[in-house]
């Protein structure tokens, strides 16, 4: 199984500034992805972070806000840019290994004011 | 794209009784369909999952079924534990895709 580990575990962030989410897997993943989760709520594919070129986004993200980086198969930055008190949500990284089970981290909680 | 629906939103079950919760799909090429039981504050965790090509999957009190023309999927959970309280959530993939879209989850409550 996949341990999957986030940098930071939460952080309280002020509008129109920008966090990067760090994301590392202790073994190489052929797939990474980016979910968010309201409170209370579903997880919502943010997009799939592709090891050497760019992410690909759902409907209603963009790379403008939310910038994804995948340098190799272990590790995938977030960056959740100018954010406004509507960007407070739970992100959380998730890799799968070909067919085999996927695996979420622990999650970022953040807070904006 | 894929819709994943999920209902009850909510299930209130007696200790030992069983839980039935059902999701159903849109989109006729996905092929694998995952659970997820969520405790508060924790990561998604996967508890069973079923592949097209199955109708039934067991493991101890967790079963899933597939009705691959009715597209719908379900959850059972029988003689249930305090320890099932949790939020489940339902999800669906195509494997050439890779990407598994969640269902809106299910609050599971076991009573005393």
């Known amino acids: 199984s996949a341990v999957i580990s986030q940098k930071p575990s939460r952080d309280i962030c002020q509008r129109g500034t920008s966090l990067t989410i760090q994301c590392q897997v202790d073994?190489?993943?052929?797939?990474m992805f980016w979910y968010r989760q309201q409170p209370g709520q579903s997880l919502t594919l943010i997009a799939t972070?592709?090891?050497?070129?760019?992410?690909?986004?759902e409907s209603g993200f963009v790379i403008d806000k939310f910038p994804i980086s995948r340098p190799n198969l272990t590790f995938s930055t977030l960056t959740v840019s100018n954010m406004s008190p509507e960007d407070s949500s739970i992100y959380l990284c998730?890799?799968?290994?070909?067919?085999?089970?996927?695996?979420f981290g622990p999650g970022t909680r953040l807070l904006v004011l | 794209g894929e819709n994943v629906e999920q209902h009850p939103s909510t299930l209130s079950v007696q200790e030992g009784d069983s839980a039935v919760i059902k999701c159903t799909y849109s989109?006729?090429?996905?092929?694998?369909f995952p659970w997820y039981k969520q405790e508060l504050g924790k990561r998604p965790q996967l508890i069973i999952d079923?592949?097209?090509?199955?109708g039934e999957k067991k493991d101890q009190r967790i079963a899933v079924t597939l009705n691959k023309t009715a597209k719908h999927f379900s959850l059972h959970i029988t003689e249930t534990q305090p320890e099932d309280s949790a939020v489940y959530f339902c999800?669906?993939?195509?494997?050439?895709?890779?990407?598994?879209?969640f269902g809106k989850g299910t609050r599971l409550h076991i009573l005393p």
């Open positions: 998730s890799a799968r290994q070909g067919q085999e089970t996927q695996y």
């Open positions: 073994s190489q993943v052929t797939m």
């Open positions: 972070a592709n090891q050497g070129s760019e992410a690909t986004y």
């Open positions: 989109d006729s090429a996905s092929n694998y």
């Open positions: 079923i592949r097209s090509n199955v």
């Open positions: 999800a669906a993939s195509r494997w050439r895709d890779d990407k598994i879209i």
